[in-house]
């Protein structure tokens, strides 16, 4: 008899639009002898067990460069998927599994989460052929650094990047201007990269779990203490510092190969920024700063950068009148709600003063701050 999942599948590869892939399931569902030949093995005298082959799965149903391709495959879920990598031929079918699930042109959503990618495959983790993709979830995957061709996904407005190790963020994130939810939970950020200010479109940000610092209202870090210099080594190098300080956008060039484009997003993981001017640093100046106020955030600490002392500088100025206006704001919010409290009771403006001393609402100077910024939790 059939089980749920085996019903839901087989409906799934026909319609060819949204799979799951639990693998834990797939060898029963798909290979319908697999129950006689797991009992024959069990009965054999030397009792050897099938395993599922999971390379020759993706190659005969998830081809996509096959005769009968998934050109409306939308969604694809990946649950129970081993990658082994003890020997070398290992290492190499699990770097070819992770391969296959990475092109297909058409998705809208990929869920891999669950699924440990080793250090040894975490390089094969690259989005280069899925640029329709609209959500993403990669939580308790065991990534330590997010790949640079995440800026390719344009059209991308959820990440979910859960329950792994990492603590930056590579500085094509800031492609991703259609972000609308950006989930950075239980990682080792101890402070939010400055990349994440530059997505305009973002309304959901959490961070909850990560050793995020407490006491950088705004810090300034010399240079010649954390000084990192990037000199290029090669023409490569300096091409890709040109390319960014001009702000191409080069996977839309139609001059540039798809070679081209991953080499230069390959070169982009070890540049930096500058979060004032946008020139590629050679020094960096790193600035620290906590924002009274953030997506509905208190006290959100951020980790900005710099290519020089006078940027350095102006940020601080910048991040200064930044906080001063959101703190004037929430000065304004807490009056107003003040007064419509008491315009409710009946009571007029006159008596506002008067009545906060004996209302909800204590009238000194550390209570009332308190409750001010309450209202923006």
Not at 236 to 242: D, E, G, K, V
Request: glycine share 2%.
């Amino acid at each position: 008899m059939q089980s749920a999942y085996s019903k839901s599948l087989q409906q799934a590869l026909k319609m060819r639009q949204d799979i799951v892939l639990d693998f834990t399931n797939l060898k029963a569902c798909l290979d319908p002898l697999a129950e006689y030949a797991t009992q024959n093995a069990e009965s054999n005298d030397q009792n050897q067990q099938t395993q599922f082959d999971y390379k020759s799965f993706l190659r005969v149903y998830l081809d996509n460069k096959s005769d009968e391709p998934f050109p409306q495959l939308a969604s694809l879920t990946v649950r129970n998927l081993t990658l082994p990598v003890t020997t070398l031929l290992e290492t190499d079918e699990s770097a070819e599994t992770m391969y296959r699930l990475m092109q297909f042109e058409n998705l809208v959503e990929f869920d891999i989460s669950g699924v440990r990618i080793p250090d040894e495959l975490q390089s094969q983790l690259q989005f280069w052929n899925m640029h329709n993709l609209k959500k993403l979830c990669l939580d308790c995957t065991d990534l330590k650094s997010v790949p640079s061709s995440i800026g390719r996904l344009r059209n991308l407005e959820v990440l979910s990047l859960n329950s792994n190790a990492l603590s930056d963020l590579p500085i094509t994130l800031g492609f991703c201007q259609k972000l609308n939810v950006l989930n950075l939970k239980a990682n080792r950020f101890t402070l939010i990269p400055g990349v994440v200010l530059k997505l305009m479109n973002l309304k959901d940000l959490r961070r909850l779990d990560n050793p995020l610092v407490k006491d950088t209202l705004m810090r300034g870090v010399p240079a010649a203490d954390t000084a990192t210099v990037h000199n290029p080594t090669s023409l490569q190098s300096l091409c890709t510092r040109a390319v960014f300080v001009s702000h191409i956008d080069y996977w839309e060039q139609e001059n540039l190969g798809p070679l081209q484009c991953k080499t230069l997003d390959y070169l982009a993981s070890s540049l930096f920024l500058c979060d004032r001017c946008g020139t590629v640093i050679s020094q960096e100046y790193k600035l620290d700063i906590s924002l009274f106020a953030h997506l509905g955030l208190r006290d959100v600490p951020f980790r900005l950068r710099a290519c020089s002392a006078k940027c350095q500088t102006e940020l601080v100025s910048h991040y200064k009148e930044k906080n001063a206006a959101l703190q004037r704001e929430c000065d304004e919010e807490y009056e107003r709600t003040i007064r419509l409290a008491h315009e409710g009771n009946g009571q007029s403006p006159t008596d506002i003063t008067v009545s906060t001393t004996v209302g909800p609402f204590p009238s000194t100077t550390p209570q009332r701050r308190r409750h001010k910024r309450c209202l923006i939790l």
